[in-house]
């Protein structure tokens, strides 16, 4: 079993920056798949950028593109997504999920374990 928390999230003005950090415990983090997601209020959870285990692969939605920057560190058991030029549409409770073996980094069904989420604020 994987837990996540997050921390990091905060209230920026906007063309500001943010990094957002998820520590996941357990000994088998390099074989997660990491995903952030986020929710504004009265919106569906969207997808946000993704990093796959080892290889470290990253996807970014493209809304975010340009903007954000998902990275890990399998050492330290931790997945950062570091935003850049934030917007206040970024504005939303962002969350880290976890997975392992195939998944579509896009689906937050395929995920497995999600923290408990960091608010992030961006105001203009």
């Known amino acids: 079993q994987v837990q996540l928390v997050e921390a990091g999230g905060g209230l920026v003005q906007a063309g500001g920056s943010l990094r957002l950090s998820c520590a996941a415990s357990g000994r088998t983090f390099s074989s997660y798949a990491m995903g952030w997601f986020r929710q504004a209020p009265g919106k569906e959870r969207e997808f946000v950028s993704a990093i796959s285990g080892s290889a470290g692969i990253t996807y970014y939605a493209d809304s975010v593109k340009g903007r954000f920057t998902i990275s890990r560190d399998n050492a330290r058991n931790t997945v950062y997504l570091q935003m850049n030029s934030l917007k206040p549409e970024d504005t939303a409770v962002y969350y880290c999920?976890?997975?392992?073996?195939?998944?579509?980094?896009?689906?937050?069904?395929?995920?497995?374990?999600w923290g408990q989420g960091t608010q992030v604020t961006v105001f203009s």
């Open positions: 999920a976890a997975v392992q073996g195939r998944w579509n980094p896009r689906n937050s069904y395929d995920y497995d374990h």
